[in-house]
């Protein structure tokens, strides 16, 4: 499969990682920001600073969790240029009525650009 003329000499310009997760800055102006985050049940809403700045405002978010004794947990979550907003909705027994640990803990992506 042949690529298109603007996608055949996309290079990483530059990447890092600090405190609150690492990037990778494409020559294209994409932007890729990863990570990790952990909450508490009687706070189902977070917020995270981003290792680096997007632009705008267009990004997009992907949650993975990770272990936690919850059976289930629906996440949400959007981006603005700093901060990444993470809603979760926890349950609070598994499902048998048993009561669940109170730490959830799940992997970030977010994409967007840099300039």
């Given at each position: 499969?042949?690529?298109?003329?603007?996608?055949?000499?996309?290079?990483?310009v530059e990447s890092?990682?600090?405190?609150?997760?690492?990037?990778?800055?494409?020559?294209?102006?994409?932007?890729?920001?990863?990570?990790?985050?952990?909450?508490?049940?009687?706070?189902?809403?977070?917020?995270?600073?981003?290792?680096?700045?997007?632009?705008?405002?267009?990004g997009i978010v992907?949650?993975?969790?990770?272990?936690?004794?919850?059976?289930?947990?629906?996440?949400s979550a959007s981006?603005?240029?700093?901060?990444?907003?993470?809603?979760?909705?926890?349950?609070?027994?598994?499902?048998?009525?048993?009561?669940?640990?109170?730490?959830?803990?799940?992997?970030?992506?977010?994409?967007?650009?840099?300039?």
């Open positions: 499969m042949k690529m298109p003329d603007q996608e055949k000499n996309i290079y990483i890092g990682s600090n405190e609150n997760g690492s990037y990778i800055k494409y020559s294209n102006g994409k932007l890729k920001q990863m990570g990790k985050g952990s909450g508490d049940a009687s706070v189902g809403n977070i917020t995270i600073e981003l290792p680096t700045a997007f632009s705008d405002t267009s992907s949650i993975t969790n990770i272990y936690t004794n919850y059976p289930s947990i629906n996440y981006v603005d240029k700093t901060k990444l907003y993470v809603f979760a909705r926890i349950p609070t027994t598994d499902g048998y009525g048993k009561l669940v640990d109170k730490e959830w803990n799940f992997q970030w992506t977010a994409e967007g650009y840099w300039k």
